[in-house]
């Protein structure tokens, strides 16, 4: 089993920054996965916005977010955290981590809802 706890969310003006993070504990946290941040706004489905491998610390990102969000991980810690920069009311929204339990792509365009084991709560992010 293995739990995933956020933190970090918060209101920000448009052009802002938040830092997401993601505090991973349990069995089987130091095995390889692929973890993600899903986002989800209001009226829409849950997306995957970043991915990092774990074993290799490859990233993938959504093009909505690409060159403003950064995902990175530390496995001392067990955290894994979303740097998001220049902010958009499009940002807007519950930001989940999420943990693969199912061997694929780890990938955002991959990565489906079907593949996730394990969610954290949810932080939210509001961008006016």
């Known amino acids: 089993e293995v739990q995933l706890v956020e933190s970090g969310g918060g209101s920000v003006q448009a052009g802002g920054s938040l830092r997401l993070s993601c505090a991973i504990s349990g069995d089987a946290t130091n095995s390889p996965a692929c973890m993600a941040w899903f986002r989800q706004a209001p009226g829409k489905e849950r997306e995957a916005v970043a991915t990092?491998?774990?074993?290799?610390?490859?990233?993938d990102y959504a093009a909505s977010v690409k060159g403003r969000f950064t995902i990175s991980r530390d496995n001392a810690k067990k955290t894994v955290d979303l740097q998001m920069n220049s902010l958009k009311p499009e940002d807007t929204g519950t930001y989940y981590c999420?943990?693969?339990?199912?061997?694929?792509?780890?990938?955002?365009?991959?990565?489906?809802?079907?593949?996730?084991?394990?969610w954290g709560q949810g932080t939210q992010v509001t961008v006016s």
């Open positions: 999420a943990r693969d339990s199912a061997a694929g792509t780890c990938a955002t365009w991959a990565l489906g809802l079907g593949r996730i084991g394990y």
């Open positions: 990092i491998d774990t074993r290799s610390g490859g990233t």
